[in-house]
């Protein structure tokens, strides 16, 4: 098992920064990739932004957070970052983090959730 903890989330103002992050426990010798997710109010939880875990960085973000959005990764603290600039209205959200043993790209390819962290940003 992998146990993932977000923190970082919070209300900011549109055209305002927030970091987040994520502390992976237990298993981690068995993550391929991280990543984070997030599920507005009446709609289903989207990709966000898919990092590699170990060896040559490798990313992948949803069109809407490119440019804006950048993950990262620590190995040494086990941890996943997600920096928002630019944030807007429609990136009001709880923001997942996720893990699995295999590239993530759609909800199905995690077996590790995070509990989320709310994200809200006012216009």
């Known amino acids: 098992q992998v146990q993932l903890v977000e923190s970082g989330g919070g209300l900011v103002q549109a055209g305002g920064s927030l970091r987040l992050s994520c502390a992976a426990s237990g298993r981690t010798f068995s993550i391929y990739a991280m990543g984070w997710f997030r599920q507005a109010p009446g709609k289903e939880r989207e990709f966000v932004a898919a990092?590699?875990?170990?060896?040559?960085?490798?990313?992948d973000y949803t069109d809407s957070v490119k440019g804006r959005f950048t993950i990262s990764r620590d190995n040494a603290k086990n941890t996943v970052f997600l920096q928002m600039n630019s944030l807007k209205a429609e990136d009001t959200a709880v923001y997942y983090c996720?893990?699995?043993?295999?590239?993530?790209?759609?909800?199905?390819?995690?077996?590790?959730w995070g509990q989320g962290t709310q994200v809200t940003v006012s216009s």
């Open positions: 990092i590699s875990w170990r060896g040559i960085t490798t990313t």
């Open positions: 996720a893990a699995g043993s295999r590239w993530i790209s759609t909800k199905g390819d995690v077996p590790y």
